[in-house]
């Protein structure tokens, strides 16, 4: 097949940007990887098709952990940006809690600690004062996995010690080690949120709540399991998309009506479009069809979009799931 002409690829892209509203975003985001791809290798000197192609697989990469689940191929973007770019803070940042998500602490702090000292050139691939924050803190979370990891391999060694002699002499190191290292209290790293509080639980904790029944009135948004549901009292159970349940989230949170432009800011900061508040809410509204629910699940108001079941609501999500907002968002 006849490879493009730079001008060819070029009508392309003019193409391309006219079809953001007219198909699927992730789709968009894919068709546009492919085509910078090729004018880069046409023209490796522009700058601009480098920086198109850069934040495409940003966007792409933190859309398939955030939509679709498919970690590895989002791993393999943001390594592909890193050889375009190894001074591209934000994608190893992204790449730092993806590896944490996996639970593979020495990547993550390999990646967490090139986020903090990168130097990129471009001022827009430096991560900000809020993400080299969080990158610390987890970057000390992440060392404290490998340490716990590390001592139980200790641990591990010392209870199948078949020698006397060596396990006395071994005991009080470990239990020493076992001191400093549990020491920082126990951690609770469930979340439940309602109109009037934040839970910070233990994971029986959270077994018990959810093992009661839903009072009348109560409507549930649960994170916790392989897939996100909103569970109603009359047992409906709504299986929602991660962009749709951290929408809905967003909106039982605020109890009150949510400018399109405070969502857009929040939920699609790196959206182009015009119309993907209203495309998304409308996606949501469907979701939550249902013949034995209210008609009117989310309202439009005058000030914006409001969550609207008449009851009580509660939230349970992991404190430590990197969710949406770390992954995705500059």
Request: with cysteine.
């Amino acid at each position: 097949m006849r490879e493009k002409t730079h001008e060819e690829l070029l009508e392309e892209e003019l193409i391309w940007e006219r079809q953001e509203d007219e198909i699927d975003l992730f789709t968009w985001w894919q068709k546009g990887i492919e085509l910078y791809r090729k004018l880069s290798r046409l023209d490796r000197d522009n700058k601009r098709f480098k920086i198109q192609l850069a934040n495409l697989l940003l966007k792409a990469g933190g859309d398939l952990k955030m939509r679709q689940h498919n970690f590895n191929q989002a791993l393999g973007l943001f390594r592909e940006l890193i050889w375009m770019e190894p001074e591209h803070a934000i994608a190893h940042y992204r790449l730092g809690f993806l590896y944490y998500y996996k639970q593979d602490w020495r990547k993550s702090i390999h990646h967490f600690e090139r986020a903090l000292r990168a130097r990129p050139a471009e001022r827009s691939h430096q991560i900000h004062r809020e993400q080299e924050m969080k990158a610390l803190c987890y970057l000390a979370k992440a060392y404290q996995k490998l340490s716990l990891s590390i001592f139980e391999k200790a641990n591990e060694m010392f209870e199948a010690e078949s020698d006397p002699a060596v396990a006395d002499a071994v005991d009080p190191f470990i239990e020493e080690t076992r001191r400093d290292l549990y020491s920082y209290g126990e951690s609770k790293p469930y979340v439940m949120v309602t109109q009037d509080q934040t839970l910070f639980l233990h994971e029986d904790e959270v077994l018990r709540y959810q093992s009661e029944e839903l009072a009348a009135n109560e409507v549930r948004l649960d994170f916790l399991g392989e897939e996100i549901y909103l569970i109603f009292p009359s047992h409906v159970r709504i299986k929602l998309s991660e962009q749709l349940g951290k929408l809905l989230r967003f909106l039982m949170e605020n109890k009150r009506p949510v400018s399109a432009q405070t969502i857009r800011e929040n939920i699609f900061p790196d959206s182009r479009s015009e119309s993907i508040v209203r495309r998304t809410i409308q996606r949501l509204r469907d979701a939550l069809d249902h013949p034995r629910l209210p008609v009117d699940l989310i309202l439009t108001t005058i000030s914006g979009y409001q969550w609207n079941w008449p009851g009580e609501f509660t939230i349970f999500y992991r404190k430590d799931d990197i969710f949406l907002k770390d992954i995705i968002h500059f």
